[in-house]
């Protein structure tokens, strides 16, 4: 994630340095535009988008090729500052070439500060990014994608200045892996790093359409706290995690890839077993949940035992030994096996639980998601045992650079309101199926 961040700053460097160059301290008229852009588009796809920016006035500020839906073929973005138009507002459009055709994938607002050149395109490694300067000091940078008909969003990076440290937040709607990062402006020092991915938790039975990314997946070195000498590799280990949830309970799906799957004979704490750590405390999803204190004297490492628990589930063996759940609070006031009916079995390459949680176990009966999203903090961590007579030599994988008693450390568990997403689609074709819904009537 490290090279994720270094290639987001060489994209503000990059489209800075090329937008400056280009168009000094004006933008171009349209006219001028489509002739830079002649040794790229044949010219019945420049008269594509003659055609959809119609007779608006408007000067180009920024503008790139590439191909950000996978197809082979070049797309293009632009920035435009329409004449007598919002103040201090730029416009992106987003067009991508379909069977031969430019079509409108996007069309966005942005604000700037001082000048125009603060709202860039760039694409780069299949992604189009644009980004957009929004206070003194303070970046954004968001990206898509373009697939199946539907321009997705695919992750969003933040710098800002919080007192002596910049603070650099992001995060993935695509793979669902986010990083949150404070260090200190003038030394350029890291004071604070957490490497996590987020489960997404819709209510129980909502459908969820294709350009979300709906279940989290974790197959990354950087989350194996143990057993990585022996770790060789997706396909010894590596698992998918779901969430769901409806007034009474919390719900986990986990796919597991293993390529040896222990069915312990006599004791099945020496089998293959998972731990959900959860921070049932209700976080925005601003990224709060990181930090103590005050701008100016902020704490990332508190330990706490306050809200914490974790969940251990022993799997069996998959045929007459079941599986069992034990609810552990981290202050040691609770510790109990709980009655849920856990769904474990093995499939072609591995195994699958199915369980559930209630709110009330956890002191959250309270529970309800409103308008609003709400985070925990919560890691799951598989543990794949391949020799029952060597239960110490196993290996862990978790969803985060998970520290035991230390909040900050953990990944997260999103709820979704309903009507919302964890990210966000818009299929190019949603207007006219619309207009031509309405123009049957309906």
């Known amino acids: 994630m490290l090279v994720k961040t270094k290639n987001i700053l060489t994209v503000i460097s ?3 340095i090329i937008q400056t160059v280009a168009f000094s301290q004006s933008g171009v008229r349209y006219a001028d535009f489509t002739k830079r852009i002649e040794r790229f588009f044949h010219p019945d796809l420049i008269e594509d988008i003659t055609k959809e920016m119609g007779k608006m006035d408007f000067t180009v500020w920024s503008w790139d090729v590439g191909d950000f839906s996978g197809d082979g073929y070049s797309d ?12 201090r507002t730029m416009e992106v459009y987003m067009f991508v070439d379909i069977d031969g055709y430019l079509v409108k994938a996007g ?41 199946n008909g539907s321009l997705i969003v695919h992750d969003h990076y ?5 007192g002596r440290l910049t603070n650099e937040h992001y995060r993935n709607y695509y793979n669902l892996r ?6 200190t402006t003038s030394s350029g020092r890291t004071e604070f790093w957490a490497d996590y991915l987020t489960i997404p938790s819709y209510s129980r039975g909502r459908q969820i359409y294709k350009g979300i990314t709906a279940e989290a997946f974790s197959n990354y070195i950087e989350f194996v706290p143990e057993g990585a000498y022996w770790w060789e590799g997706d396909a010894d280990l590596s698992f998918y995690v779901s969430s769901a949830f409806d007034d009474e309970y919390l719900y986990f799906t986990v796919y597991v890839i293993d390529d040896i799957v222990v069915q312990p004979y006599k004791n099945i704490a020496n089998g ?3 731990e959900i750590w959860l921070d049932v405390t209700d976080y925005s999803s601003g990224g709060e949940r990181f930090t103590r204190g005050s701008e100016n004297n902020l704490n990332f490492k508190a330990r706490t035992t306050e809200n914490i628990f974790r969940i251990d589930i022993l799997l069996g063996d998959f045929i007459n030994k079941l599986p069992t759940m034990i609810l552990n609070s981290a202050d040691g006031s609770d510790s109990r096996e709980l009655n849920s009916n856990i769904i474990a079995d093995l ?17 959250r009966s309270d529970f309800v998601v409103r308008d609003t999203v709400i985070e925990w903090g919560a890691t799951v961590r598989v543990i794949d045992v391949d020799n029952e007579f060597r239960p110490e030599r196993r290996t862990v994988l978790q969803t985060s650079l998970f520290e035991e008693g230390i909040p900050s ?32 009537g309906f």
């Open 76 to 87: 293009i973005a632009f920035a435009i500052r329409r004449t007598g138009g919002k103040p």
């Open 409 to 440: 450390s953990f990944g997260s568990i999103a709820f979704i309101p309903d009507g919302q997403w964890f990210g966000k689609t818009y299929n190019v074709y949603q207007d006219k199926i619309m207009q031509a819904l309405e123009a049957f």
């Open 158 to 162: 933040y710098t800002t200045r919080k």
């Open 347 to 363: 499939t072609d390459n591995g195994y699958y639980a199915m369980f559930k949680i209630p709110f009330s176990a956890l002191g």
């Open 178 to 183: 986010n990083t949150e990062k404070y260090l």
């Open 107 to 147: 069309q966005f607002e942005y604000e700037f500060v001082e000048l125009p050149l603060e709202v860039g395109v760039a694409f780069r490694h299949g992604i189009l990014y644009v980004t957009q300067k929004f206070r003194q000091f303070d970046w954004k940078i968001g990206s898509f994608k373009f697939e």
């Open 272 to 274: 293959e077993a998972m």
């Open 14 to 16: 990059l489209f800075i």
